[in-house]
């Protein structure tokens, strides 16, 4: 099955397209595309892939559903197009890493300039129907994710995953920690930020610093 992902991870990846899960996948989100409003375009739904190859990652934040508003998801968790409005968790990500690093806080909600600096911004779905949280759910993305997890936890070392909220965290359970580096808080939605565990965290400047101990490059949050 051709399967239009960046190559990098193609070449790894290929054993998940034949397998009979992500035939019913690709069915299922074809069927969606030719008959409901879908999000984010087809184009964009391996745009995380696109703008981080395997080679390059060395941060993965993980996500669970694509923005379901209009025009809001681009292929990337958390991230929304340029010129679009932000919403609460990226404001209040936004605002954490002002706190922390000390940026202003930026203009453009398209974290785009994070992937293209080895960050892996991966959904656990990576479509959804317009309007409908969670409605591509359990019909196989997560399976595929799930091996995007762990191919980067047994084939790469000293990675750093930020997971953000219970259920990254539950996923995020297929890392081995003892390889990796694993950050975790509460999520960046207002319902949970505003009780405490995400302002504080410091998981940017922290993930810098780890970076820096491994000799590799810091990331520009700003």
Known sequence: ?????????????????????????????????????????ASQIF????QCSF????VVILGQDPYHGPRQANGMAFSVADGIPMPPSLKNIFKEIQDDM????????????????????LNATLTVRANSAGSHQNKG????????IRLIS??????????????????GSIIDAARHHVLKAKH???????????FGCRHFSQ????????????????
């Open 1 to 41: 099955m051709d399967v239009k992902i960046a190559q990098s991870w193609k070449s790894r990846l290929a054993g998940e397209f034949e397998k009979p899960y992500f035939i019913d996948l690709v069915g299922f989100v074809k069927e969606e595309y030719a008959h409901h409003t879908v999000y984010p375009p």
């Open 47 to 50: 745009n995380a892939f696109s």
């Open 55 to 58: 080679e390059d990652t060395k």
């Open 102 to 121: 000390g940026c202003p806080l930026p203009k453009s909600g398209n974290l785009e300039r994070w992937a293209r600096q080895g960050v892996l911004l």
């Open 141 to 148: 993305w997560e399976t595929f994710t799930d091996a995007v």
């Open 154 to 171: 047994n084939e790469k070392d000293g990675i750093v995953f930020l997971l953000w909220g219970s259920y990254a965290q539950k996923k």
């Open 188 to 198: 960046p939605s207002p319902m949970a930020a505003n009780y405490g565990g995400w």
């Open 207 to 222: 993930t810098n610093e780890y970076l820096k101990s491994r000799g590799e490059k810091e990331i520009d949050w700003c």
